[in-house]
Nanobody, 117 residues
Framework: QVQLVESGGGLVQSGGSLRLSCVAS????????MGWYRQAAGKQRELVAS???????AYEDSLKGRFAISRDIAKSTMYLQMNSLKPEDTAVYYC???????????WGQGTQVTVSS
């Protein structure tokens, strides 16, 4: 069974940086579109960034330039580098894997990111 495990969340001051990691087990990494989503309290879950099997990336427009998604296929790990963090970035961040072949859609358990002002 495929599993996604996030890490790297925590408390950071406004303007600081964090790097989230998502380790995928039992997954052929480059056959999935991988993504980071976030959900703030009382709000809907939203896409932060994604990376396709081809390596092409996409970002939520307002986050371009501050956030960067990357992956290390050999380590089956995806990353989200978050810079210049703002209090409004506070949310639970989730790792997601969507199969490009089947309807498989997998979520991690989430990691809390809190940005203090």
């Amino acid at each position: 069974q495929v599993q996604l495990v996030e890490s790297g969340g925590g408390l950071v001051q406004s303007g600081g940086s964090l790097r989230l990691s998502c380790v995928a087990s039992r997954i052929i990494f480059n056959l999935y579109t991988m993504g980071w989503y976030r959900q703030a309290a009382g709000k809907q879950r939203e896409l932060v960034a994604s990376v396709k099997y081809s390596g092409s990336t996409a970002y939520e427009d307002s986050l371009k330039g501050r956030f960067a998604i990357s992956r290390d296929i050999a380590k089956s790990t995806m990353y989200l580098q978050m810079n210049s963090l703002k209090p409004e970035d506070t949310a639970v961040y989730y790792c997601n894997a969507k199969s490009d072949v089947t309807a498989e859609d997998i979520w991690g358990q989430g990691t809390q990111v809190t940005v203090s002002s």
